[in-house]
């Protein structure tokens, strides 16, 4: 019971004369709620899919609670459950038809009946249970994906972004269950779009930025290492003092946010803005959040546009 | 490779032989929800064969000697269609998974490729002789045929399924597409069961072509099956089956090696 729950070593992968993976190190403990993060094409769905045994890596392995997912697949995806971002479903069975199936893939029979029923409970599928998957809407159809990759009890949980277009009551009772889950002992890794998410959720957090981990932290280090406070000033349409523009995160339409590492630093900002004549309209302080960390680490080359076009 | 015992979270032992059964049941319940165009379509195609070239030719062509027209054609009806849902069995199942992309669900688990190979081969197996079986049954209402060699029937029956099942796990592995299925069942399924020698037998054939019936699979287990029936054959059924046997081998053999490397299906 030792071995953590995934052991990621020097993971690479090629597609053709993409690099997409480049030497991916990565340890998430037992009993961790971890989140992925990263832009499209930052590598975080490739690294899952090796996790999961569908693509092989060109160098490196993972293990999942010790088992080598290649060598040792079977044990390996024994212990593991993975939603599959797509929402993929079989048209042939209805969703306990399906669920029982799944179960029995790994070896479990009746005697899995009660955890099932739970599943169903959990992800408010229950009076679905014999609704063909066809006929399910979009939103059941997510859920009864996440209950397949979870019909076998795994000690181990993959979610690739699991709330992706769901609507706002699903992904209250999904985290709900999840969170729950995590209680009883199950590892959760979670790779999502949604920054509130992993900062509500998620004790650590991994940022993936073409195809390398580029911060990886407990959430909490994370926000006061690069984030600090927030302070929003609406100005209106207004010239920044030079001294201060670098402070400057964010515009929208007369509202500049400042980025500050230091209290000190509210009073430096307010008293520039006096001496350039410029009056404040409306002002807040907040605690910055995971977006902050995400876009000074991986960038938003989209958004300094803008920025630089503003100032 | 079942020796190991896992044990799940749940803390129920885990049994190594439920998987690849689920399998092979998903796979047969697969067919059997949609029977209606599974086995029912099938069995009325046949007949319909049967009606119109007994009509046609029972009066004019005559195979061996003492056994009528029909009475010949029967087997070889019976075997076409055997092969043709073995192979369609395994193949559509597998396309069909892969374009929906569900065939994910079976990818994430612990089975084995013998246990995947295994499930669908069997899967097909059972859907072709089911298919024979009911032909066979409808046949004798208009027919009385006695059977010469039912050891034959059966070896014949098993392994011509198998390797038509065989073969369509290869296509369904290959193709992407749906169209790229129907090339494969219009341009080699198709071609290689018509000219098998269902409806003739190739000694009324002029010597090239019969040297050609010679290389088609499809002929050895047409005339070793309709050899269980007569007792009589255009080649020896030793021979036969020797060469379905080995062409079934050779056709798992690659089957499993292509499972095993992940192509295609882990890409």
């Given at each position: 019971m030792n071995h953590p729950a995934i052991q990621i070593r020097d993971v690479h992968k090629h597609f053709g004369a993409l690099h997409a993976l480049r030497g991916v190190d990565l340890t998430i403990e037992q009993g961790e709620f971890f989140a992925l993060l990263g832009p499209n094409g930052a590598g975080k769905s490739t690294l899952i899919n090796i996790l999961a045994g569908l693509i092989a890596p060109s160098a490196g392995n993972i293990a999942v609670m010790g088992f080598d997912v290649q060598q040792q697949y079977q044990q390996a995806r024994q212990l593991l459950g993975v939603v599959p971002q797509e929402l993929v479903f079989d048209p042939f069975f209805n969703v306990r038809e399906m669920l029982r199936f799944q179960a029995g893939y790994f070896g479990l029979g009746r005697e899995n009946d009660p955890w099932v029923d739970e599943v169903l409970e959990g992800l408010g599928l229950a009076d679905k249970a014999h609704t063909n998957m066809r006929k399910l809407s979009g939103g059941m159809k997510r859920r009864a994906l996440i209950a397949q990759a979870l019909a076998h009890k795994p000690p181990v949980i993959v979610l690739d972004?699991?709330?992706?277009?769901?609507d706002v009551e699903l992904r209250q009772m999904l985290w709900e269950f999840i969170k729950k889950l995590n209680r009883d002992g199950h590892t959760i890794i979670l790779t999502t779009h949604y920054l509130e998410e992993a900062e509500t959720l998620c004790s650590r957090v991994g940022m993936m930025k073409q195809g390398e981990i580029v911060a990886l932290d407990s959430t909490a280090n994370l926000l006061n290492k690069f984030a600090g406070k927030h302070l929003r000033l609406t100005l209106g349409d207004v010239h920044l003092p030079q001294e201060v523009q670098s402070m400057v995160r964010h515009v929208e339409r007369g509202v500049y946010t400042f980025a500050l590492t230091d209290m000190i630093q509210i009073e430096y900002v307010l008293s520039s803005l006096r001496a350039g004549g410029i009056k404040v309209i409306d002002m807040q302080l907040n605690e910055a959040d995971l977006e902050d960390v995400f876009l000074s680490l991986v960038g938003n080359t989209a958004a300094e546009h803008k920025l630089a076009s503003q100032l | 490779m079942m020796n190991d015992v896992k044990q799940s979270t749940a803390g129920n032992q885990v049994s190594s032989w439920r998987g690849p059964w689920t399998l092979l049941k998903k796979e047969l319940l697969r067919f059997w929800r949609v029977s209606f165009q599974t086995v029912a379509a099938p069995v009325i195609t046949a007949l319909l064969y049967l009606l119109i070239f007994s009509h046609v030719l029972d009066k004019h062509v005559q195979v061996y000697d003492g056994v009528a027209y029909t009475e010949f054609l029967i087997p070889g009806l019976i075997m076409m269609s055997v092969l043709q849902n073995a192979f369609a069995n395994s193949s559509s199942s597998l396309i069909q998974s892969k374009v929906m992309g569900n065939i994910v669900f079976v990818l994430l688990t612990p089975l084995t490729h013998l246990q995947f190979f295994l499930a669908f081969l069997i899967a097909a197996i059972i859907r072709g002789l089911v298919v024979g079986l009911c032909i066979y049954l409808v046949a004798m209402w208009f027919v009385d045929l006695t059977i010469a060699s039912p050891w034959m029937l059966v070896a014949f029956g098993l392994l011509g399924s198998a390797l038509l099942g065989t073969f369509g796990i290869i296509a369904g592995i290959w193709a992407d597409r749906f169209d790229q299925m129907a090339a494969f069942q219009n341009f080699i399924i198709m071609p290689l069961s018509f000219l098998s020698g269902v409806f003739y037998?190739?000694?009324?054939?002029p010597p090239f072509w019969q040297k050609v019936s010679h290389l088609n699979p499809f002929f050895y287990m047409i005339d070793g099956f309709r050899y269980g029936f007569f007792?009589?054959?255009?080649?020896?059924p030793a021979l036969s089956l020797l060469i379905v046997a080995a062409s079934f081998l050779v056709l798992a053999l690659i089957t499993l090696k292509m499972l095993k490397s992940g192509y295609k299906l882990r890409s």
């Open positions: 972004e699991p709330t992706a277009g769901v | 037998s190739i000694h009324s054939l007792g009589k054959g255009d080649v020896s």
